[in-house]
Nanobody
Framework: QVQLVESGGGSVQSGGSLRLSCAASGYTYSSYCMGWFRQAPGKEREGVATIDNNGNTKYAPSVKSRFTISQDKGNNVLYLSMTQLTPDDSAMYYC????????????????????????WGQGTQVTVAS
């Protein structure tokens, strides 16, 4: 059974930093594409950063150069290092996994599209005060 457990959220001042973690279990971690998504109140969930099983990364324009996605394949942990946080970054952050059962990646595949992912964690709250 696939399980994703996020941690590391909290409250910070604008300009601060946080590192989120996602502990994955129940599957062969290295064969999955992983990602971080977020959802603020009243808004749709949006892709923040993703990493595939070859280590290729993709970022939303709003976080590029401020956020870094990384993974520890040996321990099945996904990270999101966030710097220069602003109140606009306040949201529930979710870890997601895309299993090979979703099919091969085809031209036009958007790694930041939440509908490509079939496993989700419960989320961790990030609040940035101005």
């Amino acid at each position: 059974q696939v399980q994703l457990v996020e941690s590391g959220g909290g409250s910070v001042q604008s300009g601060g930093s946080l590192r989120l973690s996602c502990a994955a279990s129940g599957y062969t971690y290295s064969s999955y594409c992983m990602g971080w998504f977020r959802q603020a109140p009243g808004k749709e969930r949006e892709g923040v950063a993703t990493i595939d099983n070859n280590g290729n990364t993709k970022y939303a324009p709003s976080v590029k150069s401020r956020f870094t996605i990384s993974q520890d394949k040996g321990n099945n942990v996904l990270y999101l290092s966030m710097t220069q946080l602003t109140p606009d970054d306040s949201a529930m952050y979710y870890c997601a996994a895309r299993s090979p059962a979703r099919g091969a990646v085809v031209p036009g595949f958007d790694a930041l599209d939440q509908w490509e992912y079939n496993y989700w964690g419960q989320g961790t709250q990030v609040t940035v005060a101005s």
